[in-house]
């Protein structure tokens, strides 16, 4: 099994998840924060995937280590599957997670909870140095909820509810959100590759 693996990303939120997830491999786990070199990586690709394979086999080429990267799309129903791949930067270049949750409730002002249905889809891939790279991905389904509940969590988690916890992604401590969340279900299917390296 490999020893280090760069997850492709500088978000501290991210990295502190992703970390947590794959903790119990005995791999050294690495984030682009301790490669000040990497370049910053253009998320211009038009599916989760893109992005993921870009970033994955980018980290990879750069630090010389295997590298895991994800992104992850919003599909909200009533939006016509908006925001998409352009979750992250919803509200413009630079926004804020409540930027973000902000423009997205306000879109969904008024629409009723029957049509407030959404998905998380989540794609990772890694990567070799060689260029070798495999892809999954993890969903979750919920609803957009009608104002933001929840302290915890990062992006959109104050306003995905999962109906059958009966709270948002927000609500949840970090150990039960990585149990069902998109992310985590797509990491679960990482750590069974990481384990095959």
Known sequence: MIQELVLATRNPDKGRELAALLSDLGIRIRTLAEFPAAPEVVEDGETCEANAIKKAVTAARVTGLPAAADDTGLMVEALGGRPGVHAARYAGEGA?????C????????????ERRGARFVTVAAIADPKGKVEVVQGILDGLITETPAGSKGFGYDPVFFVPELGKTLAEL??????????RARAFVKVRELLKKC
């Open 96 to 100: 804020t997670y409540e930027d973000n």
């Open 102 to 113: 902000r423009k997205l409730l306000r879109e969904m002002a008024g629409v009723p909870r």
């Open 173 to 182: 401590t970090p150990e039960e959100k990585n149990r069902i969340s998109h």
